[in-house]
C-alpha cells in the first residue's frame, strides 16, 4: 500500500498543469456549492424572517369570514377575554392588535387604492420590528395629530414628503363612507415595493374613530417565544373562543410555507448541478491522463504488477487530489462566508426586480453544519465516483495490443 502511495503522489505531480487545474476545480466546485448553498438558505432565512418580525408574527387571529371577504365589519368579537387568555399564557412574548381597512389614498396629484393599518403604536413596537423600516421622518409615538406612515415608492408616486397632508376615504362598519385628513409623519421602506405602494400605516385609535362608533379590532398578531409552539397555540385558541380564526404564519402566508417546504430540495437540486458539472471535468481531465499514460500501465501490467493494484492506483490519484482540494476548498468557504456574513453580497444592481418580488437586496449566507458536510461528502463521492471510469479504463489495458499499436 505505501507504494502504491509514493507512486500515485509522484503521478499526481508528473504533469503539474492537468494536477493543478484538477485540484483548481475540486477547490471551486467545493467552494462554489457550498457558497451557493449558503447564499440561498440566507435569503430564505432573511425573507422569512423579515415576513415574521416585520408584519405576520408566528399566528394571528381574525373574524373567519374576515380574511376572504376583508369587509370592515368582519371584527373579532370578544378582544377583551382574548386579550386576557394571550397575556395569561407563558408561551406568548407579545401581541398587538390591529384595525384595517381598504380605501383610497387621495393626494394633489392622484388617487390610489390602498390598505390602511392601524396600530397600537407600544405594542406594535414591542410585537413587530416595523418601525426599524423607518426612513424619514417620525414613529406614530410623537404628537402630530392623525399621523399617518406611508412607503417611500408610494411617496414617491404622489411627491408627498413629510409634514404634508393626504386624505384617506373608506367605508365604515354602518355601510356609510367616511373620510379622514392625515398628516405624513414618515416614510418606511420595507424591501417590498409592492408592500411600500399599497399599504399605510396609521394610528389604531385615530382610524377607529372615523370607522366606528365602538370598538372594533379586525387582527390580532401574537409573537411566540418560540416558533415550535405555534400549532399549539391556534389549536388552544380556536377550540376556547368561538367566532374567530386563528392561523400559523405558514397558513396566513402560504409563498412563505412552500419556501420552507422547497428550500431543501432547491438547494439539493443546485448542489447536483454543481457537483454534475464537476464530475465531468474531473472525468475528463482523468481520460487525459489515462491516454497520455497508456504506454507506462502496459510497461506496469508487463513487468507484473496487477490490474488491481493500477486500478487502486488511479483511485488513489483521484483521492488524494480530492482530499488536498477539499481542505483548501473548505478553507475557502469558510473564509468566504464568515466575510458575507459580516457585510452582506450586495444586488443592488437588481435592486428594482428583487424589491418588486420583496426579496431582500443585500443578503447574509448562512448554512448548517449538516449542510456544509453534506456538501463535503457530495463532492468527495462525485470525485472518487468520476475516477472509477478511468480507472476501470486502465484495469482493462491489454500490454499486447499496445505493442501491435506501436
Given at each position: 500500500m505505501k507504494?502504491?502511495?509514493t507512486?500515485a503522489w509522484?503521478?499526481i505531480?508528473?504533469?503539474k498543469?492537468?494536477?493543478?487545474a484538477?485540484l483548481?476545480?475540486i477547490?471551486?466546485?467545493?467552494w462554489?456549492?457550498v457558497f451557493?448553498?449558503?447564499?440561498?438558505?440566507?435569503m430564505?432565512d432573511q425573507r422569512i424572517?423579515?415576513?415574521?418580525?416585520s408584519?405576520i408574527?408566528h399566528?394571528?387571529?381574525?373574524?373567519?369570514?374576515?380574511?376572504?371577504e376583508?369587509a370592515?365589519?368582519?371584527?373579532?368579537?370578544?378582544?377583551?377575554e382574548?386579550?386576557e387568555?394571550?397575556e395569561?399564557?407563558?408561551?406568548?412574548?407579545?401581541?398587538?392588535k390591529?384595525?384595517?381597512?381598504?380605501?383610497m389614498l387621495?393626494?394633489?396629484?392622484?388617487?390610489?387604492?390602498v390598505?390602511?393599518i392601524g396600530?397600537n403604536e407600544?405594542?406594535?413596537?414591542k410585537?413587530?420590528?416595523?418601525?426599524?423600516n423607518?426612513?424619514?421622518?417620525?414613529?406614530?409615538e410623537?404628537?402630530?395629530?392623525?399621523?399617518?406612515?406611508?412607503?417611500?415608492?408610494?411617496?414617491?408616486?404622489?411627491r408627498l414628503?413629510?409634514?404634508?397632508r393626504?386624505?384617506l376615504?373608506?367605508?365604515r362598519t354602518?355601510?356609510?363612507?367616511?373620510?379622514?385628513?392625515?398628516?405624513?409623519?414618515?416614510?418606511?421602506?420595507?424591501?417590498?415595493t409592492?408592500y411600500d405602494?399599497?399599504?399605510?400605516?396609521?394610528?389604531?385609535?385615530?382610524l377607529m374613530?372615523?370607522l366606528?362608533?365602538?370598538?372594533?379590532?379586525?387582527e390580532?398578531?401574537?409573537?411566540l417565544?418560540d416558533?415550535?409552539?405555534?400549532?399549539?397555540i391556534v389549536?388552544e385558541i380556536?377550540h376556547?373562543f368561538?367566532g374567530i380564526?386563528a392561523k400559523?404564519?405558514?397558513?396566513?402566508?402560504?409563498?412563505?410555507?412552500?419556501l420552507?417546504?422547497?428550500?431543501?430540495?432547491m438547494?439539493f437540486?443546485?448542489?447536483?448541478?454543481?457537483m454534475?458539472?464537476?464530475a465531468?471535468?474531473?472525468l475528463?481531465?482523468m481520460l487525459?491522463?489515462?491516454?497520455?499514460?497508456?504506454r507506462e500501465?502496459?510497461?506496469l501490467l508487463s513487468i507484473?504488477m496487477?490490474r488491481?493494484?493500477?486500478?487502486?492506483?488511479?483511485?488513489l490519484?483521484?483521492?488524494?487530489?480530492?482530499?488536498?482540494?477539499?481542505i483548501?476548498?473548505i478553507?475557502?468557504?469558510?473564509?468566504?462566508?464568515?466575510f458575507f456574513a459580516?457585510?452582506?453580497?450586495?444586488l443592488?444592481?437588481f435592486?428594482?426586480?428583487i424589491?418588486?418580488?420583496?426579496?431582500?437586496?443585500?443578503?447574509?449566507?448562512?448554512?448548517t453544519?449538516?449542510e456544509?458536510?453534506y456538501?463535503v461528502?457530495?463532492?468527495i463521492?462525485?470525485?472518487i465516483l468520476?475516477s472509477?471510469?478511468?480507472?476501470w479504463?486502465?484495469?482493462?489495458?491489454?500490454?499486447m495490443?499496445?505493442?501491435?499499436?506501436?
Amino acid at each position: 500500500m505505501k507504494i502504491l502511495l509514493t507512486i500515485a503522489w509522484r503521478n499526481i505531480w508528473r504533469n503539474k498543469g492537468r494536477s493543478g487545474a484538477l485540484l483548481a476545480a475540486i477547490i471551486i466546485g467545493l467552494w462554489a456549492g457550498v457558497f451557493t448553498v449558503s447564499l440561498m438558505g440566507g435569503m430564505l432565512d432573511q425573507r422569512i424572517n423579515f415576513m415574521i418580525e416585520s408584519e405576520i408574527t408566528h399566528l394571528q387571529i381574525h373574524h373567519p369570514d374576515y380574511r376572504i371577504e376583508r369587509a370592515v365589519d368582519m371584527f373579532i368579537p370578544n378582544t377583551i377575554e382574548i386579550r386576557e387568555w394571550l397575556e395569561e399564557r407563558e408561551e406568548i412574548h407579545s401581541f398587538t392588535k390591529r384595525v384595517l381597512s381598504d380605501g383610497m389614498l387621495q393626494s394633489p396629484v392622484k388617487t390610489s387604492g390602498v390598505r390602511i393599518i392601524g396600530i397600537n403604536e407600544v405594542s406594535e413596537r414591542k410585537t413587530t420590528t416595523f418601525h426599524e423600516n423607518l426612513r424619514k421622518g417620525s414613529y406614530l409615538e410623537g404628537d402630530i395629530r392623525n399621523a399617518i406612515l406611508i412607503g417611500e415608492k408610494l411617496a414617491n408616486d404622489h411627491r408627498l414628503e413629510i409634514g404634508q397632508r393626504l386624505v384617506l376615504t373608506f367605508e365604515r362598519t354602518d355601510g356609510e363612507l367616511s373620510s379622514g385628513a392625515f398628516n405624513i409623519a414618515g416614510i418606511f421602506r420595507t424591501g417590498s415595493t409592492q408592500y411600500d405602494e399599497r399599504n399605510v400605516i396609521v394610528r389604531s385609535s385615530d382610524l377607529m374613530s372615523l370607522l366606528s362608533s365602538y370598538e372594533v379590532y379586525h387582527e390580532i398578531a401574537v409573537l411566540l417565544k418560540d416558533v415550535d409552539n405555534a400549532t399549539y397555540i391556534v389549536e388552544e385558541i380556536n377550540h376556547n373562543f368561538e367566532g374567530i380564526e386563528a392561523k400559523t404564519w405558514n397558513e396566513l402566508s402560504p409563498e412563505l410555507g412552500t419556501l420552507v417546504a422547497l428550500g431543501g430540495f432547491m438547494l439539493f437540486l443546485v448542489t447536483m448541478i454543481i457537483m454534475l458539472a464537476l464530475a465531468f471535468g474531473i472525468l475528463n481531465s482523468m481520460l487525459m491522463a489515462l491516454f497520455e499514460r497508456i504506454r507506462e500501465i502496459g510497461m506496469l501490467l508487463s513487468i507484473g504488477m496487477s490490474r488491481l493494484r493500477v486500478f487502486s492506483m488511479f483511485i488513489l490519484e483521484a483521492v488524494i487530489l480530492t482530499i488536498v482540494g477539499a481542505i483548501f476548498g473548505i478553507l475557502l468557504a469558510v473564509l468566504s462566508i464568515n466575510f458575507f456574513a459580516r457585510n452582506g453580497v450586495n444586488l443592488e444592481m437588481f435592486a428594482g426586480g428583487i424589491e418588486e418580488i420583496g426579496w431582500p437586496t443585500v443578503i447574509y449566507p448562512e448554512i448548517t453544519a449538516e449542510e456544509f458536510t453534506y456538501i463535503v461528502i457530495i463532492v468527495i463521492l462525485m470525485t472518487i465516483l468520476a475516477s472509477l471510469y478511468p480507472a476501470w479504463k486502465a484495469f482493462r489495458v491489454n500490454p499486447m495490443e499496445i505493442e501491435k499499436d506501436t
